[in-house]
Nanobody
Framework: QVHLVESGGGLVQAGGSLRLSCTGS????????MAWFRRAPGKEREFVAA????????????DYADSVKGRFTISRGNAENTVKLRMNSLELDDTGVYYC???????????????WGQGTQVTVSS
């Protein structure tokens, strides 16, 4: 059974940076599409970023929500079962619980993920 665990959340001032990590077990993650979502207080969970081979053989492709494009970077870790999210220039609206997600698919998607972590809190203060 696939299990995802996030780490790296915390409290940071606006304009600062954080790096989140997600470690998976129980699956062949090199072939999975992996993503980050977040849920802000009082709002629905929303897509943040995803990484996938998208059917290509020459490396991963990535996708970002417009609200984080240029500030956040998703990447795979050295181990195939890890994915990271580097968050720079953090804004108050980036506050929320960040969830790692995975799906046994090679396609870059924003919905339909099968596996979810428990989440890690990110709080951006002024």
């Amino acid at each position: 059974q696939v299990h995802l665990v996030e780490s790296g959340g915390g409290l940071v001032q606006a304009g600062g940076s954080l790096r989140l990590s997600c470690t998976g077990s129980g699956g062949t993650f090199s072939g999975y599409t992996m993503a980050w979502f977040r849920r802000a207080p009082g709002k629905e969970r929303e897509f943040v970023a995803a990484i996938s081979t998208n059917g290509h053989t020459d490396g991963d492709t990535t996708d970002y929500a417009d609200s984080v494009k240029g500030r956040f970077t998703i990447s795979r870790g050295n181990a195939e079962n890890t994915v990271k999210l580097r968050m720079n220039s953090l804004e108050l609206d980036d506050t929320g619980v960040y969830y790692c997600a995975a799906v046994d698919s090679a396609f870059l998607i924003r919905a339909g993920y099968s596996y979810w972590g428990q989440g890690t809190q990110v709080t951006v203060s002024s």
